[in-house]
């Protein structure tokens, strides 16, 4: 979970701490062997957390920007990009990045990341020729009523089969290509017996999971019904969703997570995540207020995740 400290300067400075989904504890010192990166404290760097467990880190000190293995023990755990420029420390914080590929790939991938409030990504092209990253404003339509409106946002989002797939309505999602500039479609859905029971308080998540991509509705805190495509089972996976539309998967026998269930943390300020069983319905919700991360602290809910295919 990410939280702000205060440095010499009384300024404040955004860092980050972990939440171990398998101990239901926050990840706060350097015993467990994360990279420096990601303790608090140590580096000045702003980190943004992928569905594919890499996260994407630049340093403040002269911008350098790299993908981190988190838990790679190994000295080759990062690989090296471009530098992200014109985006402030505040906004990659909250930005959505989302890879279509493991970056390891021989293919190469495609580095996505989504401005939280604003029409604007920036995109990078791995394995390629391109030196740096492009930054794209986009104009995708209008949405609102008589009283106000504003411009359709890429949310929520998912990379699944080399794409970006976001703004998921019951009949229809649009697709992002990267052609190799940006290309938007959309894709006409039968929509039949799907519906949010006129509440219109449902959040939605897309996520990728084992090839296939999957629609989450997060009920306030509680999956009150579970609606994700249909789907009552997710075998021995679990999936994850946090604020600002990150959605991802995990296998959970081998890392200590409970299969079959979403793992959930719903705003911003939340003191506890909840872990919700697909299978018989039971919801738990684990409180962050003994945990070593001062509660009042808490600004964003980061999962982290191996990176391992999943």
Known sequence: MERSTETGSGQSKSSTTFISAAEKKPITDGTTGLPSELLLGVNATVICATPLGWILVRESAGGSTYLLDPQSRRQDNKIQLPPLAGIEDDVLMFSNCLLTDQPNSPAGCVVLVVHPI?????????????????????????????????????????????????????????????????????LKLDGAGLRDGGTGRIQVF???SDGELYMVHVYRMDFSEQRWCLVDDLGDRAFFVAPWYFGASCLAGKYGIQKNCVYSVCFLSDESFTISNIGDGTSHVHSLREAETPCE????????????PK
Not at 144 to 153: I, N, R, S, Y
Not at 298 to 304: F, G, K, S, V
Request: glycine share 6%; with cysteine; hydrophobic share 40%.
């Open 297 to 308: 602290a808490i600004c964003r809910a980061l999962w982290m995740l191996p990176t391992d």
């Open 118 to 186: 604003d029409p604007v990504i920036w995109y990078h092209h791995m394995g390629t020729t391109s030196s740096e990253w492009i930054r794209h404003e986009y104009d995708i339509g209008i949405q609102g009523d008589d009283h106000e409106t504003c411009k359709v946002l890429i949310v929520p989002i998912a990379a699944c089969h080399g794409k970006f797939y976001f703004k998921c309505y019951f009949d229809e999602i649009v697709v992002l290509d990267f052609c190799p500039g940006p290309v938007f479609t959309s």
């Open 206 to 208: 897309l996520l990728e």
